[in-house]
């Protein structure tokens, strides 16, 4: 099989003009491309533990910690003790954090729009369909 017929091929190159297009769009905000899909989450879950995030965002722990210590010095998220459970940290969004959130979301409706924008509105539902069926394939195993 040749490489540029490998369906891993194909994602892997698709996800990688994916996030430079999005992490070109994040630039502004000086923000990375996983640290506004955690400011983005924790505008919806604000107080999350990170286990919580890192289930809602596919992220590793050791990647997770430093993502939320860069976030933390930059202002936009604190933490806090969890009230009932000692071992546990809430991530709570500071004012800059919540200031933030509507910048991602406008820029993530512009960016999906413009992103896709040579797709017809069949296609565009038929990829997501079709890359929620993949994901889902992959989580089962």
């Not at 990688?16 to 400011?39: E, H, K």
Request: hydrophobic share 40%; with cysteine.
């Amino acid at each position: 099989m040749k490489i540029e017929d490998c369906i891993f091929f194909m994602l892997a190159r698709a996800n990688q003009a994916g996030a430079r297009y999005w992490t070109s769009c994040l630039v502004d905000l000086n923000l990375t491309a996983v640290q506004a899909m955690v400011l983005n989450f924790l505008g919806w879950e604000d107080m999350s533990t990170a286990k919580e995030i890192s289930e809602q965002t596919g992220l590793d722990s050791a990647t997770l910690t430093g993502v939320l210590d860069r976030l933390e010095a930059s202002g936009f998220i604190e933490r806090r003790p969890h009230q009932t459970d000692r071992r546990a940290i809430h991530i709570c969004l500071t004012l800059s954090g919540r200031n933030v959130i509507p910048s991602i979301r406008k820029k993530m409706d512009a960016a999906n729009r413009e992103f896709l924008s040579a797709l017809s509105d069949k296609e565009k539902n038929q990829l997501r369909r079709l890359l929620q069926s993949v994901r889902n394939v992959t989580t089962a195993s």
